[in-house]
């Protein structure tokens, strides 16, 4: 039987098909592995997520974190899960092997982590935020500070969780008023609270390790004066630290997790790398956390498909159209044409949003920054917007049943909602993308990117040409109107519509995806590549058009938001 968490032949695809995975092993990372090693993993990740992470999703939502004023309780299933992950030496899996990893590729190890995310995003979330807080501490942090914490995050004795929002700042980290007082032996005293902290309370293990960032006094304005302080729940001996929380978020999805409002009442604190260089050190599990976001938001959107897929084809109702006669059987409405587009909508979609995801995860082996940088917004906020237009129509698919708690599709769709928001909204990603990755460097990783997708449009010229021209005219013209953007030197109006562009921008580069996809599927026959070439098509034909009228307002440096007043709402 076929799971609905995730689609391991597509995965298949993607890696060994398209990506050629199995080519990293002649890199001296990942010289001791093999297409047998990435296969065990993608198999062990499955039966966890199967066995462990799926039974106690629907249970985790309806049985959030409660919290009594002293301790946090969770169903203890999440601690069984976590305990299964930890036990297989999983949360290490693309760690250097110095350190106790196993070095994996990230491209194998994101696509492993994608069943965890898809059988459970909440429980998942604990895990995740613990990989990208290790991630950090291995490059930035000092050799004691690894071993002190990184190595029991990597054995699963620690967690760990990132703390940068407060109430007062929001997204706004040049706001934070958090603060370090600098202490006689080295170490600090925070001062502060923040907002939004998801794993930051919990008794799944025996430390938790949060990052915080704060402003040590007398330190320059803004973010150019932030630093990043690891503040331990425990400390050493023992003790627990000054931090706490004082109550926990109740939020629409993603229950499972607790989300916390965290207080430092003179927690101790140990700077990680030099002062004042936080926002640096951040940023680089901010950018891991933002790709983990936009995988996340992918998985939700799959799993979602499979189960109305499933749905669809045992759901008998009404009978085609020309059939007249109401004795005759209904049919599986999977055999209704609005049923289709959905459900090839939602294929174009989860599909598209897999192999972006994961080409990201290839450029992170193979050290390709200047892509990878201008891909990582698109990356996180593009699988945000459209994976959760599936969850919409997965719930669609089932009728009056989809938006019943009885159905998972429901829950999918709420915990995937929060993806919009998490690690830096929408608009937030469109004004990095347009205001700063587009044009750093004098426009390197434009520049690249285009080269990229100029070689596939140069190589479906043959198998696919009216698809290769329709991708080499709208990119094109999204290349012509950003310069024209810049040139025009109204940069309020370009940046008002800056999440135009992101979602124009986003499309064009999934359908450079979809015709990558196609290409992979040439001369090779059987159902699964019909259906790859038929959702490349319905990509290019219902969703690549979307872009032009965009492109059209993006191009006349439309007023209309910024003339908007207050009192005329």
């Not at 500070?145 to 967690?159: N, Y």
Request: negative net charge.
């Amino acid at each position: 039987m076929k799971s609905t968490i995730l689609s391991r032949r597509d995965l298949d695809f993607l890696l060994y098909e398209w990506l050629d995975v199995e080519k990293l092993t002649t890199l001296d990372r990942f010289t001791e592995h093999s297409r047998e090693t990435f296969d065990g993993v993608l198999d062990l990740c499955e039966q966890l997520a199967t066995r462990y992470f799926a039974p106690h999703n629907k249970l985790s939502d309806a049985n959030e974190p409660t919290f009594d004023g002293q301790a946090v309780t969770l169903i203890p299933d999440v601690k069984e899960a976590w305990d299964a992950f930890a036990a297989a030496d999983l949360i290490a899996m693309g760690m250097d092997a110095e350190i106790g990893g196993a070095q994996l590729p990230a491209t194998v190890a994101q696509a492993a982590f994608a069943w965890i995310s898809a059988a459970n995003v909440s429980t998942s979330g604990y895990l995740m935020l613990t990989i990208a807080n290790a991630n950090l501490l291995a490059r930035f942090g000092s050799a004691e500070q690894i071993e002190t914490f990184v190595k029991p995050m990597l054995a699963g004795r620690f967690s760990g969780t990132m703390a940068l929002s407060e109430t007062q700042a929001g997204s706004s980290l040049a706001d934070i008023t958090t603060r370090a007082e600098p202490q006689a032996d080295g170490s600090y005293r925070l001062f502060g609270s923040k907002m939004w902290i998801s794993g930051a309370e919990h008794e799944l293990t025996e430390n938790i390790v949060n990052l915080v960032l704060a402003k040590i006094p007398g330190g320059p304005a803004g973010t150019k004066g932030i630093s990043l302080f690891i503040v331990p729940k425990f400390l050493a001996d023992g003790t627990r630290n000054g931090v706490a929380i004082s109550g926990l978020n109740h939020k629409m999805g993603q229950r499972g997790i607790t989300n916390t409002v965290l207080n430092f009442d003179g927690a101790v604190g140990y700077l990680v790398g030099e002062p004042h260089r936080g926002i640096v050190y951040m940023f680089h599990m901010m950018n891991e956390a933002r790709l983990g976001v936009g995988m996340g938001a992918v998985a939700l959107g799959y799993t979602g498909y499979l189960k109305s897929l499933e749905y669809a084809r045992e759901r008998p109702q009404g009978r085609p159209l020309g059939v007249k006669d109401p004795s005759t059987p209904q049919v599986p409405i999977i055999e209704h044409a609005d049923v289709k587009r959905m459900l090839l909508a939602q294929k174009a979609y989860v599909e598209g949003g897999l192999a972006l995801a994961l080409y990201c995860a290839k450029l992170v082996d193979t050290d390709d920054t200047a892509v990878l940088d201008i891909l990582t917004p698109v990356a996180k906020s593009w699988p945000s917007q459209w994976c959760v237009e599936a969850n919409s129509l997965a719930i669609q698919v089932h009728g009056g049943y989809g938006y019943t708690r009885e159905y998972d599709v429901e829950q999918h769709y709420r915990d995937n909602r929060l993806n919009p928001i998490h690690e830096g909204t929408h608009g937030i990603q469109s004004l990095d993308l347009l205001g700063r990755k587009v044009t750093q460097n004098g426009g390197a990783g434009l520049a690249a990117l285009g080269e990229r997708i100029a070689a596939t449009v140069s190589r479906a010229t043959g198998a696919a040409p009216e698809l290769a021209a329709q991708l080499d005219a709208s990119w094109q013209r999204l290349v012509a109107v950003t310069g024209a953007m810049f040139a025009s030197g109204d940069v309020e109006a370009a940046m008002a519509n800056s999440a135009v562009y992101l979602e124009a921008f986003g499309h064009i580069v999934v359908a450079w995806i979809w015709l990558e996809q196609y290409l992979a599927a040439e001369g090779r026959t059987g159902d699964f590549y019909d259906g790859k070439r038929q959702a490349a098509r319905y990509f290019f034909r219902y969703e690549l058009p979307k872009t032009a009228p965009q492109l059209d307002l993006l191009e006349s440096l439309d007023r209309t938001t910024l003339e908007m007043r207050d009192n005329w709402f």
